[in-house]
């Protein structure tokens, strides 16, 4: 109010040149500092949303975000995402034994149902893979839909399999690893779990968590073909003498090494055919001998080389 009332004297004066001047140093000063604090309330309000806004984009294109949940959408919404992969569901479903709402939730939390989905760690597709999970249950294109959601399903049907049907200790293992999830003890993850719970719970309309799983139809690992088998008593003497045949092959190696370290004269040999034969230097064979100038060999003289 004061300020308006000090902009209409200002005008008046200079519009009628009879009034007395008003100097406006004054004034300006006090208009300049009350513009000033205005444009800094307005800075502090619009803050705020402009940082917010930011840090949204930010995060929208982060390679973090790409593999992002979507668990607070409605039934609705998920089951309209999950559409595009009904065929894909249902047939790992009925392939490894787990429930088609199980599956859809934990895409919904890993990926929400986005084909291309990447984590940080180099987890790939719906069911977010990592590149370990992926080899062992012989996931080649991670992005592929069919190769992802079987390979997500194979895993995690061999998890409930593992856990005896504890549904909550598996979905923790499938997202901490198996080695980090114990059977009796707590499960650390399990912010993670209760939100593929909550995800389940929408696509399955509240019910009970009474056959997510049938064992019949769990994944299997390949057994290893290393079993154990009797040998006749042909094939354990052949054994033996293979066994004594490298057990005498090495004792000739090892005199060999003997040989090498001494030397007989032959006949007609000098320090320097000895040196040729063996490789010694000269001074070595003379030093190690104690021989004497003009340092003749004798026949049959042994000789130290090393």
């Given at each position: 109010?004061?300020?308006?009332?000090?902009?209409?004297?200002?005008?008046?004066?200079?519009?009628?040149?009879?009034?007395?001047?008003?100097?406006?140093?004054?004034?300006?000063?006090?208009?300049v500092t009350?513009?000033?604090?205005?444009?800094h309330?307005?800075?502090?309000?619009?803050?705020?949303p402009?940082?917010?806004?930011?840090?949204?984009?930010?995060?929208?294109?982060?390679?973090?975000?790409?593999?992002?949940?979507?668990?607070?959408?409605?039934?609705?919404?998920?089951?309209?995402?999950?559409?595009?992969?009904?065929?894909?569901?249902?047939?790992?479903?009925?392939?490894?034994?787990?429930?088609?709402?199980?599956?859809?939730?934990?895409?919904?939390?890993?990926?929400?149902?986005?084909?291309?989905?990447?984590?940080?760690?180099?987890?790939?597709?719906?069911?977010?893979?990592?590149?370990?999970?992926?080899?062992?249950f012989?996931v080649k294109?991670?992005?592929?839909?069919?190769?992802?959601?079987?390979?997500?399903?194979?895993?995690?049907?061999?998890?409930?399999?593992r856990?005896?049907?504890?549904?909550?200790?598996?979905?923790?293992?499938?997202?901490?690893?198996?080695?980090?999830?114990?059977?009796?003890?707590?499960?650390?993850?399990?912010?993670?779990?209760?939100?593929?719970?909550?995800?389940?719970n929408?696509l399955?309309?509240?019910?009970?968590?009474?056959?997510?799983?049938?064992?019949?139809?769990?994944?299997?690992?390949?057994?290893?073909?290393?079993?154990?088998?009797?040998?006749?008593?042909?094939?354990?003497?052949?054994?033996?003498?293979?066994?004594?045949?490298?057990?005498?092959?090495?004792?000739?190696?090892?005199?060999?090494?003997?040989?090498?370290?001494?030397?007989?004269?032959?006949?007609?040999?000098?320090?320097?055919?000895?040196?040729?034969?063996?490789g010694?230097?000269?001074?070595?064979?003379?030093?190690?001998?104690?021989?004497?100038?003009?340092?003749?060999?004798?026949?049959?003289?042994?000789?130290?080389?090393?």
């Amino acid at each position: 109010m004061h300020v308006k009332l000090l902009i209409t004297k200002t005008r008046a004066v200079q519009q009628n040149p009879k009034l007395p001047k008003i100097q406006p140093k004054r004034w300006t000063r006090f208009l300049v500092t009350e513009q000033s604090v205005i444009m800094h309330k307005l800075i502090i309000k619009l803050a705020g949303p402009v940082l917010a806004i930011a840090v949204s984009i930010v995060f929208l294109y982060s390679p973090a975000a790409s593999a992002a949940g979507c668990q607070v959408l409605s039934k609705h919404s998920l089951e309209k995402k999950a559409s595009r992969y009904d065929k894909t569901i249902r047939s790992a479903s009925s392939r490894y034994g787990v429930h088609e709402d199980l599956i859809k939730a934990v895409i919904t939390v890993e990926s929400c149902f986005r084909s291309t989905a990447r984590g940080t760690s180099g987890e790939k597709g719906l069911m977010q893979l990592m590149p370990g999970t992926a080899r062992r249950f012989s996931v080649k294109r991670g992005y592929n839909s069919w190769e992802n959601v079987h390979g997500g399903t194979k895993y995690l049907s061999y998890l409930l399999k593992r856990y005896n049907g504890d549904t909550q200790r598996a979905i923790a293992a499938y997202n901490a690893g198996e080695g980090n999830v114990k059977p009796g003890r707590s499960i650390r993850n399990i912010g993670y779990v209760r939100k593929v719970m909550k995800a389940y719970n929408k696509l399955s309309n509240g019910k009970k968590l009474t056959r997510v799983h049938n064992p019949e139809k769990a994944y299997k690992p390949a057994k290893q073909t290393g079993q154990k088998r009797t040998l006749t008593k042909q094939q354990k003497t052949l054994i033996n003498k293979q066994l004594n045949h490298h057990k005498k092959a090495s004792q000739s190696t090892q005199r060999k090494h003997v040989a090498q370290n001494n030397f007989h004269v032959r006949k007609g040999y000098t320090v320097y055919e000895v040196m040729r034969q063996t490789g010694v230097p000269v001074k070595q064979i003379i030093s190690l001998n104690g021989l004497k100038a003009p340092y003749h060999l004798k026949t049959g003289q042994r000789l130290r080389l090393r």
